[in-house]
Each structure stands twice: as C-alpha cells, then as structure tokens.
C-alpha cells in the first residue's frame, strides 16, 4: 500500500508540468516551498514543543541570502546558493536559539515574534545590500549550462530539493536524533536521566528548523522572482505555524498537508484579503478543537512512519 | 561504589537532608526507606545531578557526581526511574525503551538525515534489545502502545526496562512497588535479583513496601526528617526500636 501510493505518488508529481496549467505548477511549487517551512517549523515546535513566530524571519533571511548571492555571484550553481542560505540562516537560528535556551512557552513565542520584526526592519534598513522596501528582482537560477526561466523548470528544482529535505527528515525523526527531540517534548527530566543533552538538541533544532526554512526561502525567490521584505511580515509567521497546527504536531506527512491545506486556500480566498486571517482563525480553533493531533491524526496508518 | 558523604539540602529554609552520609557497595541491593517527606527522593535527585546540594559530597567510583550534569551522570553508568513515573506519555513503549539507549547509540545528526546503512543496522539492532528489554519487563505484546495509555504498574516496569537500556552500572528505582499488587511485587523482586545476580548491577531501591524491601535487600538505611536514624541488615532495622517508632510504628497507628 504504502509502496505503491509512494510510486504513484511520485510518478504523477514528475508528470504534474505536463497535465496541469503552468498556474497550476507555480502554486505547486509555492506548496513545496511551504511544505519545506513546515517541516523545519514542526521540528522545533512539534517534535522539541519549541513555539516559535518567527520563521518569516528565518525564510527572509534565506530569500535575501539567496537573491544577493544570484546578484553579485551569478556563476554559482543553484544547488550551492540554497546550501549557502540555508547555512546562514542556521547560524541566524543558532544566534537566536542559544539566548532562547532557558525561554519557554510564551515568552520564547514573544523573542521568535520580535525576531520577525528584527529581519524586516533590517532587510529595510541595509537598503545598500537589499535594495530596502524597493524589493530586489531575483535573477534566473543556474545550474550548470541550465537556465531554470521557466516554472516548470523552477517546479523540478523545487520538487528536487523539497524531496531530499522530506527524506532527511524522515530520517532524522526515525533515528536517535529524533527520538532525542520527542523525549524533551515529553519530559525534560527523563530525557536528561537517559543521557539526552537538553541544550545541545533545542539548540540543534533551533539549527535545523532555521537550515530548512533558510533552503524554503531561497527557493521561494526563485519561484517568485521578485522579493521585498513586506512579504516576509508577521502573518507569514502565524501562516507556518497554522500549518503544523492543522497538520499535525510532531508529523511529517503532517506538516506538507498542513502547508497544502494552506497555501491553497490562501490562493481560492484571494479575493476575500480581509477575511483571511478570519478564516484562518476560525480554522485552527476549529482543529484545536475537534482535531487536535491535526490532519495527520486522521490520517489512515500507512502513510504514518513505520516504527 | 556510590558514597555519600555528609549531604545537606533546604527547600525554603526547611531541612530536606541533614548531613546524611551511606555508602553503597558493588553489587549490593540497597534500600532507603523512611515515613514520607522522609528526603528519600531528593537523594536520588541530587545523585542524579537534578538538585545541587548545599553542602556534603556525592562520589561515584571516585568521581565527584556534583560536578558533572544530568545527562552526564547518566552516561557515567547510572539511570533511574520515577516515583511518579515520567514516561514518555505520546511515544510508544519501543520508542521510550529506544530513547533509553540515547547514549549508547552511535548515529548523530547528519549520518541519520543521510539514512546511512549503518545506521539502519545500529537501529535494528537497537529495536531488537528494546524489545527484549521489553519482554524482560512484561511487556513483549505492549510495544506500539503509547506509553501513557499503560496502567501505572506497567508504566513502571517500562521504566525500568528504559533505565536498562543504558546498560547502567547503578540502578537508582524510586519505589517500583508503587501500585502494583502483591503478585506484581513479587515478580519486580525476582526481576531485581536477577538483574543484580545475573548482570552484576548494583541496585539503590526507595521504597515503601516492607515486603519488597526485607525480601531483597543486603543492607537498609533508614530516614526520618532527612536524617539517618538507622542502617544494617534488614533483620537489625527490623528490631531497632527508633525505627519501629519512626516508622513501622506510625504505620500501625
């Protein structure tokens, strides 16, 4: 079963440029790229109960690090400009994780929040690198002799790189490093009385969280093509984390259905702007309510991970 | 093995311990018992690295215990339970065993997120000594139930089995009869001598059931208001008046 709806899966997502509009392809991308965010937002907040609102802040880091590298240094490969905003962003996320170390709850949600607010007003403010409220236009991605111009050539890379990340973190959640993270969610105490370093693995996954969102974020510029820090405001923040909430807390497939529920609502109520966070609103008090383990709890058993 | 010398520790200005100094031996089964607020538990919790005391010293093969941090202690061969239990309540009763061998297992981070082979073959072989743990404790049929679903009784047993998982050296149980019934009780005696016996651990027990206690134990120190009243065999405390007063007394009453 679980085999066969992979392949499946997988087959009609390769074939997804030839069978749908090109709108069609770009949303899926942006899909990806939030699915990406939701992933690394739940390792923090789901798996190590770290909440955080502040991961536009770590996905504008990797968009402006992503675009101001494709700006000045257009020679390299895109695969290499992802890792590099992903490990900027991982060392912004060390640099706001280890003072956040003895926050929890509340408190740490109102540092991440006022982190956001931090990257906006210095993306305005370093207009010399960022060009400031103007926005910079993100040039064509490179790899190799390809030119990735198109969105079905930008849908690919994000596909790409959106499935290496959901396989490592498969991974990760499954192994030692996972299990590590889960028992400080559960219990501090006894995580530390089996061995577990408590600072070491909320500050890794402060590390991790930020890498994904950072690798999310570059290729949201690419995806895009134009970034200016008002896309990065607050909201996007409550977005990532409605996501891992209608999702599921501590689930992967959780978190890339959490961010398709989203992100393609956010696209049918464009029309409705005002309404938005409303609607939102009444959404995750509805999940909370009636779902609390998210989507992912309803979720029939094969797609859960194999334990 | 573990000394103890002269441990102090207030709570507020109140004496929790008051110079409380006991030794335990290699492969000895050791219990401390006392009424409650007796200061058994905070003894565990400062050998275990979570209160720091104010005065007196905690020595575990030569090494100062004070020193070091929670999770380094346990690396030093020494794991625990929970008087209240402190399971991992969403995870599954493998995963909580797993979690147990944190420090033994050699994946870190990125060789997990590559899902190297030596990983898998390090976690399959991980599973399989969690589930023998598992079915050491009673608990073979129980491994993909969530931890907090189980009775009390059985969450207790899988904390001991998530304590050996370590592979300590010392076993600290903070009252593993704690709502088990007599049958459970004698089960959990033979499941500790045999860990001592068989395995050579060394077992520092807290305990309220005085059958348990009698039944296994080389040697009892006995607490009242943080303070040794008593200690020796359980035969001598057995008979020594103070503590039939602290204790076996004012559970008759």
């Not at chain 2, 200005?13 to 000895?28: D, I, T, Y």
């Not at chain 2, 089964?29 to 607020?37: D, K, R, S, T, Y």
């Not at chain 2, 104010?54 to 941090?69: I, K, M, N, P, T």
């Not at chain 2, 059985?154 to 709502?179: F, M, N, S």
Request: glycine share 10%.
């Amino acid at each position: 079963m679980r085999r066969a709806a992979l392949g499946a899966g997988s087959a009609l997502l390769l074939l997804w440029p030839f069978l749908v509009p090109r709108y069609f392809v770009f949303l899926t991308s942006l899909v990806v790229v939030n699915a990406i965010v939701a992933i690394g937002l739940n390792l923090l907040s789901g798996y190590t109960n770290q909440l955080s609102f502040g991961h536009a802040g770590f996905f504008a880091v990797g968009a402006y690090v992503a675009a101001v590298l494709t700006l000045r240094a257009p020679g390299v490969p895109v695969v290499a400009t992802l890792v590099l905003a992903g490990l900027a962003t991982a060392l912004v996320g060390l640099a706001l994780g280890i003072p956040c170390l003895r926050l929890e709850g509340l408190y740490l949600a109102m540092a991440t929040l006022a982190f956001g607010f931090v990257v906006v007003e210095a993306i305005q403010n370093l207009d010399w690198l960022t060009r400031g409220n103007d926005g910079v236009a993100v040039p064509t991605a490179h790899l190799g002799p390809l030119a990735l111009a198109s969105d079905a050539a930008k849908y690919y890379l994000v596909l790409g790189v959106g499935a290496l990340m959901v396989a490592a973190a498969v991974n990760i959640t499954r192994t030692r490093t996972g299990r590590a993270l889960l028992a400080i969610r559960e219990s501090e105490i006894a995580a530390q009385a089996s061995g577990v370093h408590l600072a070491a693995y909320r500050t890794l996954a402060f590390a991790v969280s930020a890498f994904y969102t950072g690798v999310a974020g570059g290729l949201f510029a690419f995806v895009v093509g134009f970034i200016s820090p008002d896309a990065f405001d607050v909201f996007l923040s409550v977005d990532f984390v409605a996501m891992i909430i209608i999702g599921g807390l501590g689930s992967i497939p959780g978190s890339v259905v959490g961010a398709a529920v989203i992100t393609l609502l956010y696209d049918w109520l464009a029309a409705f702007q005002n309404y938005r966070p409303l609607l939102f609103g009444l959404i995750l008090i509805g999940c909370m309510l009636f779902m609390p383990g998210g989507i992912a709890s309803r979720m029939p058993k094969w797609t859960q991970q194999a334990q | 093995m573990l000394s103890v010398e002269d441990l102090s520790i207030s709570f507020g200005g109140l004496a929790a311990l008051g110079a409380l100094s006991f030794e335990v031996a290699e492969r000895e089964i050791f219990a401390l018992i006392g009424p409650n607020g007796a200061g058994k538990s905070t003894v565990f919790n400062i050998v275990t690295g979570l209160y720091r005391p104010s005065a007196g010293r905690v020595r575990f093969r030569g090494e100062d215990l004070l020193a070091l941090a929670p999770h380094r202690i346990a690396r030093r061969g020494i794991a625990r339970t929970f008087q209240n239990t402190e399971v991992f309540r969403q995870l599954t009763t493998l995963d909580n065993v797993l979690i147990g061998r944190h420090a033994l297992l050699r994946a870190g981070f990125l060789r997990g997120a590559l899902g190297l082979p030596a990983v898998w073959r390090e976690e399959a072989a991980a599973r399989a000594g969690a589930r023998a743990l598992l079915a050491r404790v009673g608990l073979a049929d129980a491994a993909g139930v969530q931890a907090g679903s189980l009775p009390l009784g059985a969450q207790k047993r899988l904390e001991i089995a998530r304590a050996l998982a370590a592979e300590p050296k010392l076993l600290l149980l903070d009252e593993p009869a704690g709502g088990l019934n007599p049958t459970e009780t004698q089960t959990l005696m033979e499941l500790i001598r045999g860990l001592r016996d068989a395995e050579g651990l060394t077992v520092l027990v807290v305990e309220h059931d005085m059958e348990l206690v009698m039944g296994i134990s080389d040697r009892v120190v006995v607490l009242n208001y943080g303070r040794k009243i008593s200690s020796g065999s359980p035969r001598e405390i057995a008979a020594d008046p103070a503590v039939i007063e602290a204790y076996l007394g004012s559970e008759e009453a």
